[in-house]
């Protein structure tokens, strides 16, 4: 059996997802500010420029499932579930325009006073994490004189949807996100998109909210990579097509989940080398490639981060558990834990330092000459021994990946433990006075 649900704003996400949502069986009832659209949807026509609209409005007109007037309470008294739509636009400044989220949730809260039944308000505007919590719900619950969670509940629900294929973008999404305070909170909402295929993942508010923001910045990443990828492919008189077909079809490393944990910096004989190159023959070509030239100072910054959150711990003794760029590996070139560690000791830090493979890598001399001559300091802070390298320490840094139980049976509990490796939650050792990330 259908629901009745009121959409506030008739702009492109609003009006999209009132027209699906009526299409689908649904009773809608579409509202907005402008008078305009709310006659075009009132009398069967689209308010927006996109493929299928038309024929979704006077379809929900002809159905008689597709209302749309200007007034809020009208909205609220004949809905069980909001959902807000309004525009979140820039400011100046680049800081998110809330003032519609804020007139319209206000507007909502003074209609809700009036309704005795349980309401559902589903925010789909894109806003910044934590606005639902800090601006929608005391909001609504000063203009309404109710209590979120008991009286009326708020989700979050963000849209995936593209102009231009809007509409079968909303009936065959990615996925639906709900973000909800409670999860029996969403129960009527998930109704609503059990017509909508793909998976539904339901989750906090926060995440829903940031989840939306990663997607949007994730796309423009892949653009403006491609873009600068192509650009110096034309400028070196390489050809784009080929690179792109060969590079975008491995699906095991490039268009996959790879590299796409949050952990510590990059490093090893390859990655800074290679965009180094990358930049330097861009120059010489003079083809600016920020993005591309962007990649090794925020690498930089996050080894910073990574000392500052050792340093902040304000204790001086501290265990380092991994040496080389990366796990199974004795490679040491340009390894940001050797950059850690060397900043860490002119913080005046007292380091004791392990790394299997590079004790290993020692022992069969493949990298003794690059310990002794280049890092010598370094390598005489290292020991074989994990338990006396863990206890000699204030702070445990890992850099690598350890055994979870044996770390554990000698960390001690007033260690802090700082993983920069986001070790999975089942590899973490329990013990210690804390346990920190550094982006996680
Ligand atoms: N356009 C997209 O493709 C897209 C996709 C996903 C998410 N979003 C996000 O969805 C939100 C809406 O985007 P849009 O492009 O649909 O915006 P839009 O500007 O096209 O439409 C917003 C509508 O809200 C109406 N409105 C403003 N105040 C109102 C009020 N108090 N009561 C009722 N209606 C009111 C406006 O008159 C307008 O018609 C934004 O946060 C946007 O970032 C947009």
Same mark, same amino acid.
């Given at each position: 059996m259908g629901l009745s649900i009121s959409v506030f704003?008739?702009?492109?996400? *609003?009006?999209?997802?009132? !027209?699906? $949502? !009526?299409?689908?069986?649904? @009773?809608?009832?579409?509202?907005?500010?402008?008078?305009?659209?709310?006659?075009? +949807?009132?009398?069967?026509?689209?308010?927006?420029?996109e493929a299928r609209m038309s024929e979704l409005v006077e379809e929900g007109h002809r159905t008689g499932l597709l209302h749309a007037t200007t007034s809020a309470e009208d909205a609220i008294r004949d809905s069980e579930i909001s959902f807000v739509c309004v525009g979140t636009p820039s400011m100046r400044s680049g800081k998110l325009d809330l003032s519609y989220v804020e007139?319209?949730?206000?507007?909502?809260?003074?209609?809700?006073?009036?309704k005795k039944s349980f309401h559902v308000v589903v925010l789909r505007s894109t806003v910044i994490p934590g606005t639902t919590e800090t601006l929608v719900v005391p909001t609504l619950e000063k203009a309404s004189g109710l209590r979120a969670g008991v &009286? $009326?509940?708020?989700?979050?629900?963000?849209? $995936?949807?593209?102009?231009?294929?809007?509409?079968?973008?909303? /009936?065959?999404?990615?996925?639906?996100?709900?973000?909800?305070q409670e999860q029996r909170h969403l129960e009527p909402v998930k109704q609503l998109y059990k017509t909508v295929s793909g998976p539904v993942f339901e989750t906090t508010i926060?995440?829903?909210? +940031?989840?939306?923001?990663?997607?949007n910045a994730f796309h423009a990443v892949k653009i403006g990579?491609?873009?600068?990828?192509?650009?110096?492919? @034309?400028? /070196?008189?390489? &050809?784009?097509?080929?690179?792109?077909? #060969?590079?975008?079809?491995?699906?095991?490393?490039?268009?996959?989940?790879?590299?796409?944990?949050?952990? $510590? !910096?990059?490093?090893g004989s390859c990655l800074p080398k290679d965009l180094r190159a990358?930049?330097?023959?861009?120059?010489?070509? &003079?083809?600016?490639?920020?993005? %591309?030239?962007?990649? %090794?100072?925020?690498?930089?910054?996050h080894i910073d981060r990574a000392v500052e959150s050792v340093l902040r711990t304000n204790k001086k003794k501290i265990s380092f558990l991994g040496l080389s760029f990366k796990p199974g590996t004795d490679d040491l070139r340009e390894s940001p834990q050797v950059h850690m560690i060397k900043r860490l000791l002119g913080e005046g830090c007292q380091l004791r330092v392990w790394d299997r &493979?590079? /004790?290993? *890598?020692? /022992?069969?001399?493949?990298?003794?000459?690059? #310990?002794?001559?280049?890092?010598?300091?370094?390598?005489? %802070?290292?020991? !074989?021994? %994990?338990e006396e390298v863990v206890r000699s320490g204030e702070v445990v840094v890992i850099a690598t990946k350890v055994d979870k139980d044996q770390l554990a049976a000698c960390l001690g509990q007033e260690q802090i433990v700082i993983d920069l490796v986001n070790l999975a939650s089942a590899a973490r050792p329990r013990a210690g006075a804390s346990y920190q990330g550094i982006c996680w």
């Open positions: 704003g008739m702009g492109y996400v *609003g009006s999209v997802s009132a !027209a699906c $949502f !009526a299409h689908v069986g649904h @009773k809608v009832i579409g509202v907005d500010v402008s008078s305009h659209k709310v006659e075009m +949807m009132a009398g069967g026509r689209s308010p927006i420029v007139r319209v949730v206000h507007e909502i809260g003074l209609a809700l006073k009036q &009286d $009326f509940a708020v989700c979050y629900n963000p849209e $995936f949807m593209r102009e231009g294929s809007a509409v079968a973008d909303f /009936l065959q999404p990615p996925y639906t996100v709900l973000g909800a926060p995440v829903a909210e +940031m989840v939306k923001y990663v997607c990579f491609a873009n600068e990828v192509g650009t110096l492919c @034309k400028n /070196l008189g390489v &050809d784009t097509e080929a690179v792109t077909k #060969i590079y975008t079809s491995d699906t095991k490393l490039n268009i996959s989940p790879a590299y796409l944990s949050p952990g $510590f !910096a990059f490093g990358l930049s330097h023959r861009a120059k010489e070509l &003079d083809v600016q490639l920020p993005l %591309l030239e962007s990649i %090794l100072p925020s690498n930089l910054l &493979d590079v /004790l290993l *890598g020692r /022992l069969a001399g493949s990298n003794r000459q690059y #310990i002794e001559e280049v890092i010598p300091h370094i390598g005489s %802070l290292l020991s !074989a021994d %994990l």
